[in-house]
């Protein structure tokens, strides 16, 4: 699966390319960020995906620029990080970041009929959860103003670096503080709609929200 | 500064090009994703930057194919995202994020002499602030090994989401609650290194750290 393409070349000890890491990554994201070319120019766009299997679905407005361009079949990459922590060594050079990251190349296919409601309900339980069956599902026409595109997983790799700092041997001597700050993202209080109908309860979709999905 | 290349075309009302929302979106980002094209290919890499005034910095190490790449004064795309919430409509289609978004297209130029050093100061301070103090500062051979480029903020734009679920009219009927579920990238308990020494006292960089930073 790693081409010549994703093989990761500096810091290869930090190239993973076992599916199930590369999964794991995919499903616990929340965000993308879509990379193509325009007129000789590179864009590069965050949007909402999820993973299917050996694929991911990106979604859009039938009528935006990025979607019609990525549904002509031009190169395109995915890549979703996940930031885990500051890494604080006790030389500046050796300060760095725990992550997570996946870089997805190749070239989408528009997706239709009932496997494009399925693809958004991936979506939408990627998201969240449990929310497809808590909300309304899409009409025809939502479903006609709206372009879902896949992407094969066929070349993709993953980057990944845990744990402490690694200084210079000389500098463990030092008197500076030295570790790692976890960072995680995390939901705050919901804030209910303010047409909400009264005794509307939250559901399990908001109640039990966090990264990485438990269970 | 909006060009046609970065004037938001969908969802217009989301768009938003003043310098001050602009320089706030790239302060309180942490991570940036890099947008480039090699054989036609285009990559998208997160990495560590930072703004100082009309440009933002990015570095990484001198041998890697990002950085080589950048530094021959190719197109790039820089993008900073934020997450701010998931946004639950009771239909599916209105679902959304609250995110804030900046996108600056452009070419790098390489960072030498006094305004490397300074410009590393302006990434490690960025990522944490009060750091570049309270560790040791880079060596001659970690300045050689160190590729700074700085990408002007000539070309950008910001886009931005706020607020409640927007529905359809005939939809706020239904008993399906709405509303938002903030999200927020949340420091841990930091985790000292195994090798420090005892009694080192953990730094305002690590005690204080909060996005965004206060003050």
């Known amino acids: 699966m790693p081409t010549a393409r994703t093989t990761v070349r500096r810091l290869p000890d930090r190239g993973v390319y076992d599916r199930e890491t590369i999964a794991t990554i995919l499903d616990e ?10 007129d000789g120019q590179p864009f590069v766009i965050p949007t909402i995906y999820a993973r299917d299997g050996e694929r991911i679905y990106v979604h859009g407005s039938a009528a935006s620029r990025m979607q019609r361009t990525l549904a002509g079949g031009v190169p395109m990459c995915v890549t979703v990080t996940i930031v885990d922590g500051l890494v604080l060594a006790r030389s500046v050079f050796n300060h ?5 990251s996946v870089v997805v190349l190749g070239t989408a296919t528009v997706v239709e009929g009932e496997e494009k409601v399925r693809a958004l309900e991936t979506i939408a339980e ?17 479903l006609k103003a709206t372009l879902v595109l896949a992407l094969p997983l066929d070349e993709c790799s993953a980057k990944v670096r845990t744990g402490p700092p690694e200084d210079e041997d000389e500098d463990y001597a030092l008197p500076h503080w030295a570790g790692v700050l976890p960072l995680s993202l995390v939901a705050g209080s919901p804030i209910p709609d303010a047409r909400l109908k009264a005794g509307t ?9 966090r990264r990485p999905r438990s269970g």
Chains 1, 2 share one sequence.
């Open 96 to 100: 760095s970041m725990n992550y997570r």
């Open 29 to 38: 994201g929340l965000v993308c960020h879509v990379g193509f070319v325009a």
């Open 201 to 209: 309860a939250l559901p399990p979709s908001v109640r039990g929200w």
């Open 126 to 142: 990627h998201v969240a959860p449990g929310r497809w069956r808590e909300a309304r599902g899409p009409s025809a026409n939502e």
